[in-house]
């Protein structure tokens, strides 16, 4: 039998992935505002923007989130209700958001 080698180690798993995937999300509170939240939590420590409470169906959700990252040049996703995108672009997203005629709140750190 082979002694096990001195450099190997188990692969590190993201806090999500210990917690069967599930992230926490922020809550819509239904106000017709749209919030922006910068967030770094399951995605290895990288930020991320939340938009949260857009109002429409997911195809609308889904053009939204299509025409954000074209607009700045990022990548995204969208988990239920709430688009995640890459990178820290609160006041950039405010303005884009606020030109389609939505009221738009920064809201967390």
């Excluded at 053009?63 to 607009?71: E, F, N, P, T």
């Excluded at 709430?82 to 950039?92: A, S």
Aim: hydrophobic share 30%; with cysteine.
């Amino acid at each position: 039998m082979r002694p096990p080698s001195a450099g190997t180690r188990p692969a590190k798993r993201s806090a999500a992935r210990q917690r069967g995937g599930v992230e926490a999300l922020p809550a819509d509170p239904g106000d017709g505002f749209v919030r922006l939240h910068r967030g770094k939590s399951a995605r290895g420590g990288k930020p991320g923007t939340l938009v949260v409470g857009l109002p429409g169906s997911d195809a609308d959700l889904d053009a939204v989130l299509k025409r954000c990252k074209q607009q700045l040049g990022t990548g995204g996703t969208r988990q239920a209700r709430v688009l995640v995108i890459q990178g820290d672009h609160r006041e950039k997203l405010r303005g884009l958001l606020e030109g389609l005629g939505h009221k738009v709140k920064l809201a967390g750190g």
